[in-house]
């Protein structure tokens, strides 16, 4: 069981906007540890999408968007494409147990 | 630009030990805030975290399997060690560019990543 919770799948219509959502399932103890976001597409190495909970990386559409509010983190997707089909992790820094992954939240466009 | 490629056996016997080495361009592995990690996953599960290792050498790895994983680093290249090979371990794996936050040495994220090396241990 992963510590960060994400949902299995969302689906969207094009041009709609989808919000995946990621709950660290444990209170955090200690210093903050920034959150990320992984995209694979089926076939491609996973892709940095977001990093230090809303920062995305350069040559990242805009289209891709994320907010923290307590211990959830949230990543936005506007103006759905079919080649945001994917799918979406999130992850963090767990301290004593490392780099830890959500299970992942399957996108259909 | 930063560039990482796996290599190492697609087939693994039960047993025995995988070697796994990520060759990489475009950053020195002797910069201060630059590690190196490995990722694994599964046929329809979940990205694994295997194992770290950071510009001081300093080296990180998942307590649950720890005590069969190794990682080290020569010129521009890191090797992962993993012994007692089972076929629940057959995976795609992954090594990856880290981004490590300084001074309090904390990994951040991981940025770009290989192609993948998939591996079937049977």
């Known amino acids: 069981q992963s510590d960060l919770t994400q949902p299995a799948s969302v689906s969207g219509s094009p041009g709609q906007s989808i919000t995946l959502s990621c709950t660290k399932v444990?209170?955090?103890?200690?210093?903050?540890?920034?959150v990320s976001w992984y995209q694979r597409r089926p076939g491609q190495a996973p892709k940095l999408i977001i990093y230090?909970?809303?920062l995305r990386p350069s040559g990242v559409s805009h289209r891709y968007s994320a907010s923290v509010s307590d211990r959830t983190s949230s990543l936005t997707i506007s103006g759905l494409q079919g080649d945001d089909e994917g799918d979406y992790f999130c992850?963090?820094?767990?301290?004593?147990?490392?780099?830890?992954f959500g299970a992942g939240t399957r996108v259909t466009v | 630009q930063i560039a990482l490629k796996e290599s190492g056996p697609r087939l693994v016997r039960p047993t025995q030990t995988l070697t796994l080495t990520c060759s990489f361009s475009?950053?020195?592995?002797?910069?201060?805030?630059?590690?190196v990690g490995w990722i694994r996953q599964a046929p329809d599960q979940t990205l694994e975290w295997l194992a770290l290792?950071?510009?001081?050498?300093a080296k990180l790895f998942n307590p649950s399997l720890e005590t069969r994983l190794a990682i080290s680093m020569s010129g521009n290249s890191v090797v992962l060690t993993m012994t007692k090979l089972d076929p629940i371990d057959t995976a795609t794996y992954f090594c990856?560019?880290?981004?490590?936050?300084?001074?309090?040495?904390?990994?951040?994220?991981?940025?770009?990543w290989g192609q993948g090396a998939p591996v079937t241990v049977s």
């Open positions: 475009g950053f020195r592995l002797n910069t201060r805030g630059v590690g």
């Open positions: 990856a560019h880290a981004n490590v936050r300084t001074p309090v040495i904390t990994f951040n994220y991981f940025d770009p």
């Open positions: 992850s963090t820094f767990g301290g004593l147990t490392g780099v830890v």
């Open positions: 290792i950071y510009w001081n050498n």
């Open positions: 230090e909970d809303n």
């Open positions: 444990k209170n955090d103890i200690g210093n903050y540890q920034f």
